[in-house]
Nanobody
Framework: QVQLVESGGGLVQPGGSLRLSCQAS????????MGWHRRLPGNKLQYLAS????????KYGDVAQGRFTLSRDSAKNTVDLQLGALTPQDTGVYLC?????????WGQGTQVTVST
């Protein structure tokens, strides 16, 4: 059974940074596609970044390109997302996702709030 648990969210000032982590079990983050999305106020779901396979091929959505960095730690079986240059528009629930044998699995999410 796949389980994804996000952590690292919190309150940060505009211009600040955060590092989010997704602890995975039941799935090998080195072999399977792993990704981050976020749910914005109004329930809009937005793609951020994903990493594929052993060669660590990484893709970013437009909102993440140049500000966010995705990385994997195979020893810990985690996928991290480093957030930078945050603005209030980045406020939302950040979610980890994987697709294993055609079935999607999501974590519960971690709240990121960007505010003064």
């Amino acid at each position: 059974q796949v389980q994804l648990v996000e952590s690292g969210g919190g309150l940060v000032q505009p211009g600040g940074s955060l590092r989010l982590s997704c602890q995975a079990s039941g799935v090998d983050v080195r072999r399977e596609a792993m990704g981050w999305h976020r749910r914005l106020p109004g329930n809009k779901l937005q793609y951020l970044a994903s990493v594929f396979g052993p060669d660590s091929s990484t893709k970013y959505g437009d909102v993440a390109q140049g500000r966010f960095t995705l990385s994997r730690d195979s020893a810990k079986n985690t996928v991290d997302l480093q957030l930078g240059a945050l603005t209030p528009q980045d406020t939302g629930v950040y979610l980890c996702k994987t697709v294993l044998r055609g079935e999607q699995s999501w974590g519960q999410g971690t709240q990121v709030t960007v505010s003064t």
